[in-house]
Nanobody
């Protein structure tokens, strides 16, 4: 059974930084077919995928809204996924979710590849 738990959210002023962590028990992040991603949902808005990582951590992709500010990474020894968020803006305020899965039958670009989700962690950025 896979269990996904995020941590590291909080409140920060605009321009500040936070690092989110995601631990996934029962799931091996170093697996070549592993797909892992960070998503967020702001009040009244649809959920948005903001970063993903696959091929054992060798490939990453970002939404334009966070490109050059956020960095997704994984520590295979700790089996932990991270999201380093720099230059935070008020519009980054949202609940952030970690999701993991595999690209068997669906590429890591497909929402269907993300099967297991955490409960989310709140990020609030004040101006």
């Amino acid at each position: 059974q896979v269990r996904v738990v995020e941590s590291g959210g909080g409140s920060v002023q605009a321009g500040g930084s936070l690092r989110l962590s995601c631990a996934a028990s029962g799931y091996t992040m170093s697996y070549s077919r592993a797909c892992m991603g960070w998503f967020r949902q702001a009040p009244g808005k649809e959920r948005e995928r903001i970063a993903r990582i696959w091929s054992g951590g060798g490939v990453t992709a970002y939404a334009d809204s966070v490109k050059d500010r956020f960095t997704i990474s994984q520590d295979n020894a700790k089996n932990t996924l991270y999201l380093q968020m720099n230059s935070l803006k008020p519009e980054d305020t949202a609940i952030y979710y970690c999701a993991v899965g595999w690209n068997s039958g669906a590429s890591c670009a497909s929402p269907a590849a993300y099967v297991y989700w955490g409960q989310g962690t709140q990020v609030a950025v004040s101006s």
